[in-house]
């Protein structure tokens, strides 16, 4: 994937999450995942995005 197609990519993601609306953007974005993860259909590879996907200690909001 190129730079302007991941950009496309990102951009399209950004607006449909907009339109979506902030209470059903982590609806969406597991529904993404999981037709990603579908798509990608090799087990391990999933599993070490799931991994790499994780954000840092100081990034997660405080219960």
Same mark, same amino acid.
């Given at each position: 994937?190129?730079?302007?197609?991941?950009?496309?990519?990102?951009?399209?993601? +950004?607006?449909?999450?907009? #339109?979506?609306?902030?209470?059903? #953007?982590?609806?969406?974005?597991?529904?993404?995942?999981?037709? +990603?993860?579908?798509?990608?259909g090799?087990?391990?590879?999933?599993?070490?995005?799931?991994?790499?996907?994780?954000?840092? #200690?100081?990034?997660?909001?405080?219960?």
């Amino acid at each position: 994937m190129t730079d302007s197609e991941l950009d496309l990519v990102y951009t399209t993601l +950004c607006k449909t999450l907009t #339109a979506e609306g902030e209470a059903q #953007a982590p609806l969406y974005l597991a529904r993404l995942a999981l037709l +990603c993860v579908t798509e990608l259909g090799d087990t391990q590879q999933a599993l070490s995005l799931i991994e790499a996907a994780k954000l840092p #200690a100081s990034s997660a909001v405080a219960a």
